[in-house]
Nanobody, 126 residues
Framework: QVQLVESGGGLVQEGGSLRLSCAAS????????MGWFRQAPGNEREFVAG????????YYADSVKGRFTFSRDNAKNTVYLQMNALKPGDTAIYYCAAADFRWGFRFFVRSEYDHWGQGTQVTVSS
């Protein structure tokens, strides 16, 4: 049973930074494609960023490109989302997700992911 535990959320002022972490257990982390999604009140859960199992390829939503950086440390079974220049529109619950490697994986598609964390709240004040 794969478990994902997010941490690092909190309250930050506009323009500030946060680093989210997601620790995985119970599976073979190095084989997983990983993603971050977020959900604001009243909105659908949306793709934020993805990283392939090698760590060599990353993908970002247009709304965060240039501000967020997704990385992974396979030795620690952990992924990180560095979020800079935060805006009030980034306020949401952020969810970590994992999927077994497969060819043609669509990082942007929520249903592609097999495992989800409980989420961590990020609030950006203006």
């Amino acid at each position: 049973q794969v478990q994902l535990v997010e941490s690092g959320g909190g309250l930050v002022q506009e323009g500030g930074s946060l680093r989210l972490s997601c620790a995985a257990s119970g599976g073979t982390f190095r084989n997983y494609n990983m993603g971050w999604f977020r959900q604001a009140p009243g909105n659908e859960r949306e793709f934020v960023a993805g990283i392939d199992w090698t760590g060599g390829h990353t993908y970002y939503a247009d709304s965060v490109k240039g501000r967020f950086t997704f990385s992974r440390d396979n030795a620690k079974n952990t992924v990180y989302l560095q979020m800079n220049a935060l805006k009030p529109g980034d306020t949401a619950i952020y969810y970590c997700a994992a999927a077994d490697f497969r060819w043609g994986f669509r990082f942007f598609v929520r249903s592609e992911y097999d495992h989800w964390g409980q989420g961590t709240q990020v609030t950006v004040s203006s």
